[in-house]
Structure formats: C-alpha cells, structure tokens
C-alpha cells in the first residue's frame, strides 16, 4: 500500500487550502484515514480522522471547526479541507492509513501506512 499526499503550498495566513491523499496498491475503504502534521523541531501530531465510510470523524482541539475531512472511496482518495490557516499551522502534513477501518486514533504510532508528506506554509 503506497499513499501520496499532494495539494500543499504557500497561503496567507487566514486563508485556505485542500489537501488530497490518494492510495495505491490497496482499496481506501479497508482502512480508517488519519492526517497528522509535523512543524520543524516538533513531534508529528494528529489533525483529524476518518472512519472507512466516511461517517465518523475526530479533529485535535486546535482545528476542530476549521479543518474537515472527507473521503471518497471510489476515487481512492481522502480530503484534508483546512480553512481560516494560522502562521503556527506551517507544517508538513502526512496521510496515514489503519488498517481498522472503523479507527479513530490520534497516536501515529497506531498508524500503518504513511504518505510522504506535503508541505503548507501558512505567511503572516
């Protein structure tokens, strides 16, 4: 299974940006889809989750009502919408796949599959 997450770049702060993640080698709806972040000299932490169908989904307190996430299995593809972005936001951002589909974890160390990460860089 290989995930490729695209759609970063430079935004003004305020604005926003969608990020795509797409899957290969695997059906996206076996797995539960999670998006992390990882700023420069800081640990990677959790974004926000989707169950397999599309139907449940986790947010970190600091995006919760801003960012959404969404899915769509028939096109092997999962949606981090990040709206009203915040110069402490500029990080890379990693797709990640578990195997459980019905999986709502914020560990990435429960994750078993990594995109290689795009870039957002959020200006003051």
Known sequence: VQLQAFGGGLVQAGGY????????GGSLSSYAMGWFRQAPGKEREFVGVITWSGTMTSYAD???GRFAVSRDNAKN????QM???RPE???VYYCAAHRH???RSSDPSD???WGQGTEVTVSS
């Open 17 to 24: 940006l969608r990020l795509s993640c797409t899957i290969s």
């Open 62 to 64: 600091s995006v919760r």
């Open 77 to 80: 593809t999962v949606y981090l």
């Open 83 to 85: 709206n009203k972005l």
């Open 89 to 91: 936001e500029t990080a």
């Open 101 to 103: 589909p019905y999986a």
């Open 111 to 113: 994750y078993h599959y």
